[in-house]
């Protein structure tokens, strides 16, 4: 079974540019959450999306922002680029078991670099 | 406070020693524990997982947990140099179902 995949691996831009990311989830899962994963900061909560619609966001500005299409498969847009979102920003699907919680698998991530 | 903590390390072993990764959390109502295995330039991949106190075993690894002092801890047996990377805590938030994560331990096991 394929994991989860997301493209392109890098991307370089420069500042106030735009950059989109994208994500396909694992067959079958049908929520996808993007993170952000900076030098020295961690995991940080970015959206979440199931079934088409944005669930929850995290403590970030309006210029980062997404969608999910009918496929389950996400983008993840960042305007107006800034030097500090240069990140890896990681996709992970999810999967609700049978137990009712939740394990997210996560993908290989994308190395964004603002120039 | 933050809702998770964890030492970033990095945390260097020799081979075959016992490894021993914490984290510490604020919010007694957490139930649900995880760990995550972080290789370099590769996504999380999930280690194990833990529910309520106790402790759990899988191979190796043993994932502890201890409520009472909001204590989670992951103990690597016989450690190997494949285990080298950076490992992850991570504590679903039951009201909103946003997983928070631990900013990871570099972990380096020394041949």
């Known amino acids: 079974e394929a994991g989860v995949t997301q493209s392109p691996t890098h991307l370089i831009k420069t500042r106030g540019q735009q950059a989109t990311l994208r994500c396909s989830p694992i067959?079958?899962?049908?929520?996808v959450y993007w993170y952000q994963q900076a030098l020295g900061l961690g995991l940080q909560f970015l959206l979440w999306?199931?079934?088409?619609?944005?669930?929850n966001r995290g403590n970030f500005p309006p210029r980062f922002s997404g969608r999910q299409f009918p496929n389950y498969s996400s983008e993840l847009n960042v305007n107006a680029l800034e030097l500090e979102d240069s990140a890896l920003y990681l996709c992970?699907?999810?999967?609700?078991?049978?137990?009712?919680?939740?394990?997210?698998?996560f993908g290989p991530g994308t190395r964004l670099l603002v120039l | 406070q933050k809702e998770v903590e964890q030492d970033p390390g990095p945390l260097s072993v020799p081979e075959g020693a016992i490894v021993s990764l914490n984290c510490t959390y604020s919010?007694?109502?957490?139930?649900?524990f995880m760990w995550y295995r972080q290789y370099s330039r590769k996504g999380p991949e999930l280690l194990m997982y833990?529910?309520?106190?106790g402790n759990k075993e899988d191979g190796r690894f043993t994932a502890q947990v201890d409520k009472s002092s909001k204590y989670i801890s992951l103990f690597i047996r016989d450690s190997q140099p494949s285990d080298s990377a950076t490992y992850l805590c991570?504590?679903?938030?039951?009201?909103?179902?946003?997983?928070?994560f631990g900013k990871g331990t570099r972990l380096h096991i020394l041949p």
């Open positions: 992970a699907s999810s999967l609700i078991r049978l137990d009712g919680q939740e394990t997210q698998y």
């Open positions: 067959s079958g899962h049908t929520s």
């Open positions: 999306y199931d079934e088409g619609e944005e669930r």
């Open positions: 919010n007694s109502a957490f139930q649900y």
């Open positions: 833990t529910y309520s106190s």
């Open positions: 991570a504590i679903p938030m039951n009201r909103d179902d946003k997983i928070i």
